[in-house]
């Protein structure tokens, strides 16, 4: 890494590589009364599972409390969020979905 002093107040520093963007875990949460099947629709439909990926998903959700639905750049993440919990509601269920950025 190379620092340039200019003007006194300003720096620029500068790097060699570009940051890759944050990444955040789209976690799916159990509850006790979000039927399985809409676990798993939701698993297929906004996250891209193929059916026996998403069963397994959510039975490891159902068993272990919480689990990764999917991992993506924070925009796309927090757009999944909002669509996975607008649909649950409009179908009465208490699903929760959040996003967290990877370690
Ligand atoms: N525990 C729910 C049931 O028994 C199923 C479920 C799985 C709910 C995963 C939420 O994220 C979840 N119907």
Redesign the pocket.
């Known amino acids: 890494m190379t620092r340039r002093d200019g003007d006194a107040r300003t720096q620029t520093l500068e790097r060699t590589q570009t940051q890759r963007p944050r990444l955040y875990r789209v976690m799916?949460?159990?509850?006790?009364?979000?039927?399985?099947d809409f676990?798993v629709m939701v698993l297929e439909r906004y996250f891209r599972k193929a059916e026996q990926d998403a069963q397994l998903i959510?039975l490891a959700?159902?068993h272990k409390g919480r689990g990764v639905a999917g991992v993506y750049p924070r925009d796309v993440a927090e757009t999944k969020v909002a669509q996975v919990t607008s649909h649950a509601r409009a179908e009465g269920y208490p699903?929760q979905v959040v996003a967290e950025p990877e370690a």
Request: hydrophobic fraction near 50%.
């Open positions: 799916l949460l159990n509850d006790d009364y979000t039927p399985m676990v959510m959700v159902h699903l």
